[in-house]
């Protein structure tokens, strides 16, 4: 499965930003996909995670992106919206798309950086 994740930039604070990530190469095996994110000097975390099966969809959020940031993903398609909203300063660092239950699935980053 390959993952390749777009849409990142510069934004000033309390802008937003879409980012994307499609999958390929074996797509169908996917039940679940998301986004970490990592900051310069900080570990890796978690931002958000949609899960799919027959029909449904479930959505799970950090604690510190709930209300600004929504995952989404069209039923039928490959690809993974995450919208941020309310961007901050501390929102910047690299967005990387993951997928697959035990998240064995990395793309290779796109950069988000929020101004002051």
């Known amino acids: 499965v390959q993952l390749q994740a777009s849409g990142g930039g510069l934004v000033q604070a309390g802008g937003s930003l879409r980012l994307s990530c499609t999958a390929s190469g074996g797509a169908f095996r996917l039940f679940k996909m998301g986004w970490f994110r990592q900051a310069p000097g900080q570990e890796r975390e978690y931002v958000a995670a949609?899960?799919?099966?027959?029909?449904?969809?479930?959505?799970d959020y950090a604690e510190f992106v709930k209300g600004r940031f929504t995952i989404s993903k069209p039923k039928g398609n490959t690809t993974v919206y995450i919208q941020m909203n309310s961007l901050k300063p501390e929102d910047t660092a690299i967005y990387y798309c993951?997928?697959?239950?035990?998240?064995?699935?990395w793309g290779q980053g796109t950069l988000v950086t929020v101004s002051s």
């Open positions: 993951v997928a697959g239950n035990g998240w064995q699935y």
């Open positions: 949609i899960s799919w099966n027959s029909g449904n969809q479930e959505t």
